[in-house]
């Protein structure tokens, strides 16, 4: 009876919408509102029917709870969060963070027409290769060069296209797979191509190679093991001697690169990363890597290598499948004119420049933070920290770097986590040892006033 009368008594939809009004509520779309509306009164339904309730809340108490609702509703599902974690690639919050010169190009073209396809000298039709493929091949030193939408569409177009009907021999020990059921072995059945599994887990010798070569061979595929490391007693062929091995039989050397740096990490203290210009120069015929990960611009995949093979790959029917949108390739030519100058790309690709970030820096970056948090009213400490570079990317490398431990009050680091993760900006950040910690690698100068604010709304 008594639960029949508080059903009885929950608001309308429509009474409810006509209270809901004032600054916070105009901000919203309609349908954020009623679908907030609508999720308040259901909440309240269920509550009484599982005699959770047992009275109503006051009416304030309700269109706050819808208001929430609809803040809730109205926030895209893909949004910015804020990157505490010091995992500078991390590929749940993205991967890379684009450069300002690289995300304004992509506003540009977004929002206007543009000479994708279209050649202002001729007035006539235009490639939308052209914009990127002779900038990515002078960069690196390449003959040629392509674009694709990620490293694996890359992959799956080099080895359909060249090695379909075939044998395509490749080392045990680098049949990788790169998550989300992307395994080099499953890839090439896709491709119609047979593996030729050559070596051991830790050790392939050339003559593995040699002795596997025969009629059907169509390529020797490398693959770099940009996820994992095997140590101790291992042993690989060197590129170059790969390369003269493919030679002497008429067959191309395929690498995929995974990562694919154009800078040589080791002056960030970074070892074991190979770049993109060594693989080109030891002649491998075609290269692959991914476009967000060490490289630092958009999802992409990266192709280079010698012109009739790239002519090859452009050809194939994949090719118009797999191909880029105008917003990637935007992005990707402000990214890559960068690299034209060493220095500039350290300064404007911001994976380069948070990965170059000397540790000096960013001791004085956890500082300052520690100082806003404070005048904020929150406190912390400066602690050192150790970050990942992440994105499968040289995964047995800590770089050194600095971080705020943010003291939680009353809540236990566990509970302050949530709460920042659940702001509509979300925080991010890494729970070590108890402490909640911030790491001021990944963070971009804008996020300052931010976290704050997050922080004093949470621990207060
Ligand atoms: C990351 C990676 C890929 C896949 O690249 P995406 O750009 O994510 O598609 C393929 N191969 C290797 C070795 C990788 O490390």
């Known amino acids: 009876m008594e639960q029949q009368h508080l059903l009885r008594s929950i608001p309308k939809v429509d009474e409810l919408l006509s209270e809901a009004s004032g600054v916070a509520w105009e901000a919203l779309s309609p ?15 269920e509550g009484i029917l599982s005699g959770a309730l047992s009275a109503l809340p ?15 509703a109205e926030l ?11 995992v500078v690639l991390h590929t749940n919050l993205g991967r890379s963070c684009l450069s300002a010169r690289a995300s304004a190009a992509v506003a540009e073209v977004a929002r206007h027409y543009s000479t994708l396809e279209y050649d202002v000298e001729s007035g006539s039709r235009g490639s939308r290769h052209d914009h990127i493929d002779g900038l990515l091949a002078s960069v690196t030193g390449a003959e040629a060069a392509m674009v694709v939408n990620n490293n694996a569409a890359a992959v799956l177009l080099i080895l359909s296209a060249m090695g379909r009907g075939g044998e395509v021999v490749a080392s045990r020990g680098e049949l990788v797979e790169i998550g989300g ?14 593996l030729r599994e050559v070596g051991a887990t830790n050790k392939t010798h050339l003559f593995d190679y040699e002795n596997a070569i025969g009629p059907e061979t169509r390529a020797l595929l490398r693959v770099h093991t940009s996820n994992f490391r095997i140590v101790g007693f291992c042993e690989r062929p060197g590129l170059a001697e790969l390369v003269e091995l493919g030679r002497k039989h008429g067959l191309p050397v395929i690498e ?28 491998v015929d075609v290269i692959s890597f ?25 050809k194939h029917p994949l090719a118009r499948a797999l191909r880029v949108d105008k917003m990637t390739i935007a992005a990707l030519r402000e990214t890559l004119w960068a690299y034209r100058d060493g220095e500039r790309a350290r300064e404007q690709v911001p994976v380069l420049a948070m990965l170059g970030a000397p540790e000096d820096a960013l001791r004085a970056r956890a500082e300052k933070l520690r100082l806003a948090l404070a005048e904020a009213g929150a406190q912390a400490q400066t602690v050192p920290a150790e970050g990942q570079v992440g994105g499968g990317s040289c995964p047995t490398q800590l770089v050194r770097s600095w971080a705020v431990a943010v003291d939680p009050g009353a809540l236990t680091v566990d509970a302050l986590a949530e709460k920042l993760r659940r702001f509509p900006l ?21 996020d300052v006033d931010d976290i704050c604010r997050a922080v004093k709304e949470a621990v207060s």
């Open 76 to 86: 895209p599902s893909l949004r910015r969060v804020i990157n505490g974690t010091g």
């Open 290 to 314: 991914s476009g967000d990960k060490l490289l630092g611009g958009p999802q992409a995949g990266l192709i280079l290598g010698k012109k009739q093979y790239i002519e090859k790959l452009k």
């Open 181 to 194: 059921s992307f395994r080099i072995p499953d890839i090439m059945t896709q491709c119609g191509c047979a």
């Open 31 to 45: 349908a954020a509102v009623r679908d907030g509306v609508r999720g308040a009164l259901d909440a309240l339904r």
């Open 58 to 72: 006051g009416r304030e108490a309700i269109l706050e709870d819808a208001l929430a609702r609809a803040g809730a």
């Open 256 to 283: 995929d690169l995974g990562s694919g740096s154009l800078v040589d990490l080791a002056a960030f203290g970074i070892h074991d990363e190979p770049t993109v210009q060594q693989s080109v120069r030891a002649g």
């Open 426 to 446: 979300p925080i991010i950040g890494r729970i070590s040892q108890g402490q909640y910690l911030l790491d001021v690698r990944t963070l971009l100068e804008e």
